[in-house]
């Protein structure tokens, strides 16, 4: 597959690469390898699952396994690899299984799936089979049982929440991939030309680098046209509509209640739907007019519910409807950026204009081999062409959180840092710098190259780099052993330190230079990483904990040995200046 050839950078994940794309492609993923670092589970005891993903804001879980033909001309996938997800499922859902049964990435993974449908914060369950070839009937047919396995297990561990909880099996072929894939270059994937049948006439409205056609449209047409196009008719996002629950809370459940039980108001209550389109035609005094091409950017989820309501039961449901047309890319990508709701605006988007952002983006400007959107996303085409210097506004929060103390808000509370003003400002003010963020930045990924190395060397580990490799293999322990590493700064460097903030490599220095200096530090003190592993739990730091108490024992630990690494911690130091404070306004 061109797609995945032309990314380099996930060369490393071997038989995995394939599922890691499809994963970055359907979320939307900035920094995967942060994601796969805590999502990957292929181990010895992986019990048929390669990847375990959460994704926290949107309440979706994915459980994934990958499978790649030598020859991509080969007819279907071998359909008992994705019949192995019903194996996968009965693992990981049932919280009993003892704890040696399962490899220590999955045993952790699976404990905070559990955790998070035990307490309502996982509402989708989608468990995908990944393949380079083109759609099988066979893998189809399979996936449905997958599904009804999936949606049974659910039901028998988590009686109270398995009403709550959608299960959907998706088979993720080449052709499934390639659609993803185009959605990242062009919002318009559905290029048909339509008749609409407009319900109590029409109206345009103009504005600079658009022109806009309103009507109101049957739900029954929107209906057949979800029949026809599913997921493409969404492709500004492949993520499409999320599930109903059966809830008075969930939105979609709601939606398709009222056009059943109260078609007249269905207008009234919903907000409608506002799709992209390449051209519109439309006569004077006409009841219909032509689209040529379609994507919804707002209203997936009322398309979605309704497309679960029996179409003769539409018959009287109208749906406000807006059709948008524009050639300039920046006003496209806004479109989409600003009425997506299966994008919703990003906490860190309010951000975006922030003063503080701007002035980040400036010095970044200013540093070797490195790019930093503070806060700002791409635009669609982004995703194909991501820069492999890219460091993404999340990761650079979370590596802040980290190494100023707070791992648990960096693993599990990264929202908090770009809603909460009190937050924000705790990490993001006068005392940030572009070269600190590299500098923290190049500790998280120094971390993550060490599990990394830990893994490849898994056969040849003893001792104290066992100990290691196991408590890395939580989740959020890498955010929780940077934090450690960094609580040892005035040690490693021999001197008092009042600001951790105004730490840096310089001016000079790029993150994969950066990430080269903090190297032998990591190595050196992550050999004491299984301190910090109390040994109980499936990730590494709970929400609800303080993990100061095991901060304070691995520092004392690194004062232990501080004449055995002496020669390593003068080496670093040496690379390490300390920025001026900010001038204090007049």
């Not at 032309?6 to 994963?23: I, K, S, T």
């Not at 989608?126 to 009804?148: G, K, P």
């Not at 009322?302 to 300039?328: I, M, W, Y």
Request: proline fraction near 4%; glycine fraction near 6%; charged fraction near 25%.
């Amino acid at each position: 597959m061109e797609m995945l050839a032309a990314r380099e950078d996930l060369a490393e994940y071997g038989g995995n690469a394939l599922a890691l794309l499809a994963l970055e492609l359907r979320f939307g993923i900035d920094d995967l390898r942060t994601v796969a670092d805590e999502a990957l589970t292929d181990d010895e005891k992986d019990r048929k699952c390669d990847l375990l993903f959460i994704d926290k804001e949107m309440g979706t879980a994915v459980v994934a396994q990958a499978y790649s033909a030598d020859d991509p001309e080969k007819s279907e996938p071998p359909s008992n690899k994705a019949a192995d997800l019903n194996t996968a499922l009965t693992w990981i859902l049932d919280g009993q299984v003892p704890d040696e049964q399962l490899g220590d990435k999955l045993r952790s993974a699976a404990s905070e799936l559990r955790q998070g449908i035990a307490d309502g914060d996982v509402s989708v369950l989608e468990v995908w089979f990944v393949h380079n070839l083109t759609d099988s009937e066979n893998v189809a047919q399979e996936l449905r049982q997958v599904e009804s396995t999936a949606a049974a297990l659910v039901k028998m561990h988590f009686a109270d929440q398995a009403a709550q909880v959608e299960v959907r099996a998706m088979q993720v072929s080449r052709d499934r991939l390639e659609s993803w894939y185009r959605s990242t270059s062009t919002a318009i994937l559905v290029g048909d030309e339509f008749d609409v049948p407009a319900q109590s006439g029409w109206f345009t409205e103009s504005g600079e680098g658009w022109n806009a056609i309103c009507t109101s449209v049957s739900a029954a047409w929107l209906h057949q046209l979800h029949e026809k196009y599913t997921d493409q008719l969404f492709s500004a996002n492949v993520r499409g509509p999320i599930p109903s629950r059966r809830s008075r809370g969930n939105i979609n459940f709601l939606i398709g209640e009222t056009a059943q039980e109260h078609p007249q108001r269905f207008w009234a209550y919903n907000n409608g739907i506002t799709a992209l389109v390449h051209e519109f035609e439309a006569e004077d005094g006409a009841d219909h007019f032509k689209i040529t091409g379609i994507a919804i950017v707002n209203g997936a989820q009322t398309t979605g519910a309704l497309a679960r309501v029996p179409v003769a039961d539409l018959e009287d449901v109208d749906v406000l409807a807006r059709f948008v047309k524009s050639t300039d890319p920046q006003i496209i990508d806004d479109i989409i950026r600003f009425n997506n709701s299966q994008n919703p605006i990003r906490p860190s988007d309010f951000r975006s204009r922030d003063p503080h952002q701007e002035r980040l983006r400036q010095e970044f400007d200013d540093l070797p081999d490195v790019t930093y959107l503070g806060a700002r996303r791409g635009g669609q085409s982004d995703v194909a062409k991501k820069p492999s210097n890219y460091i993404s506004s999340d990761t650079a929060a979370q590596a802040l959180a980290a190494v100023h103390g707070n791992p648990v808000t960096a693993y599990h509370d990264l929202r908090l840092i770009w809603e909460r003003d009190d937050t924000y400002s705790t990490y993001f003010g006068d005392h940030t710098s572009a070269t600190h963020i590299v500098f923290s930045f190049a500790l998280l990924r120094a971390v993550q190259d060490l599990k990394a190395s830990l893994v490849a060397r898994e056969g040849e580990l003893t001792g104290n780099d066992k100990d290691a490799l196991a408590f890395l293999r939580k989740r959020g322990a890498t955010f929780l052993l940077v934090s450690a590493i960094a609580s040892t700064l005035d040690t490693i460097l021999n001197r008092a330190i009042p600001s951790l903030y105004r730490l840096s490599c310089g001016a000079t220095v790029s993150p994969t230079r950066a990430v080269e200096i903090w190297t032998p530090i990591v190595t050196a003190l992550g050999a004491l990483a299984g301190g910090l592993d109390e040994g109980n739990g499936g990730t590494a730091i709970q929400r609800s904990e303080d993990p100061s108490a095991r901060i304070t024992a691995f520092q004392r630990s690194v004062a232990a040995i501080k004449a055995v690494l002496d020669p390593t911690f003068k080496a670093f130091a040496m690379h390490v200046v300390e920025d001026k404070p900010p001038a204090t306004p007049a």
